[in-house]
């Protein structure tokens, strides 16, 4: 059994079915004791200043710049090359000096099908296990996906989850923890907890959140300080593969995070209006290509939308506090 770390979402379902555990980098990184420490060894190791801060801490953490918390390391790792974020080439290049294992994989450009079968049997094929296995690793996945749904609903409908509840668990999905037994048991719990409190904030102006996970650490604690709550989570919703789909290549097309932006304004109106928001929070990641989305974002939205960014993974700056605060104020 490998560890096998992850860039961001991929078809999880093929590290699984060939018995490995799959560790998401970002979520080691954002929940590191020191993630600050991992960006200064990256930058001490030559990483500009204005390379994405994100890829500094994968980085770190793949070259054993300081160890996963409880074990040592990882054996290999998938790095999406195409549908990410573009600096991860230069990345995996980098790694590959220090003899890493790494297994390149792309979302295709306009979602080509075959393209992606491909990719996804290419993955299945170096990970050391079949097709039929990693399908029949899905219709176990689909369970607590479903689950996890669940718990978004109930952010929504009834508010009975608070906003970092409502991320945690659906970015969560990406790796499932590195065991979705546990996960799933965790999820079973917090359900239960749910199901069995009042809605604490019914009051609360409703926001969503678009864009890339914050590297803010206490974003959403910030939020609800301010008396809003976040009951869309747009790209963490996406890694919980909110669509019931018949197989791995069906899976991954409609997942709409590494294709065009377009069909992500697609489900982003889609669920603002499902859900009743009143305002949208797009984060974006200083020095990322992402920035110059909001662009057609804001072209296409038609309630407000507050852009803010973020560097490294600190607590929320004074300004963009403000920034927040104000917003807030102008919808209410």
């Known amino acids: 059994m490998k560890r096998i770390g992850m860039t961001t979402t991929i078809p999880v379902e093929a590290v699984l079915a060939a018995g490995h555990i799959p560790v998401d980098l970002n979520n080691v990184f954002i929940n590191a004791p020191d993630p600050n420490a991992l960006v200064t060894a990256a930058e001490y190791d030559g990483f ?5 801060g994100w890829i500094k801490g994968m980085y770190s953490l793949a070259a054993n710049k300081e160890p996963l918390i409880g074990n040592g390391g990882i054996d290999a790792l998938v790095a999406v090359v195409e549908g990410d974020c573009t600096q991860t080439q230069a990345m995996v290049e980098t790694l590959k000096e220090s003899r890493m294992h790494v297994i390149p994989f792309s979302y295709p ?15 299945i094929s170096a990970l050391g296990t079949t097709r039929q296995e990693a399908e029949k690793c899905k219709v176990r996945l689909d369970d607590i996906r479903r689950k996890v ?9 009834q508010g009975l989850l608070n906003s970092f509840d409502n991320h945690y668990y659906q970015i969560c999905c990406s790796d499932f923890n590195g065991d979705p037994d546990k996960f799933e048991r965790d999820v079973d719990m917090r359900l239960e ?23 803010f650490t206490d974003f959403y604690e910030v939020i609800e300080e301010l008396g809003a709550r976040v009951v869309f989570n747009e790209v963490q919703r996406q890694f919980a593969m909110p669509y019931e789909t018949e197989d791995l290549i069906k ?3 409609v997942y709409t995070y590494p294709y065009d932006v377009f069909a992500r304004i697609d489900d982003i109106k889609r669920e603002v209006e499902r859900r009743s928001i009143q305002g949208l929070i797009h984060y974006t990641k200083s020095f990322c290509f992402r ?10 939205i038609d309630v407000p939308v507050l852009t803010i960014e973020g560097d490294s993974p600190t607590p929320v700056d004074a300004r963009t506090r403000v920034r927040i605060e104000s917003f807030i104020e102008m919808l209410e």
Do not use: F, M
Not at 48 to 52: D, I, L, T
Not at 149 to 157: G, I, M, N, P, S
Not at 195 to 214: E, F, H, K, M, W
């Open 48 to 52: 500009p200043r204005n390379a994405c």
């Open 109 to 123: 450009y306009g979602r080509d099908l075959d393209l992606l079968r491909l990719q996804i049997e290419k993955l």
């Open 149 to 157: 749904r669940k718990l978004d609903e109930l952010t929504w409908q």
């Open 193 to 215: 907890t749910a199901l069995n409190q009042s809605n604490d904030n019914i009051s609360a102006l409703r926001l969503g959140y678009i864009g890339v996970p914050t590297i």
């Open 251 to 253: 899976q991954y097309s």
């Open 291 to 300: 920035q110059i989305q909001d662009i057609i974002i804001r072209k296409h």
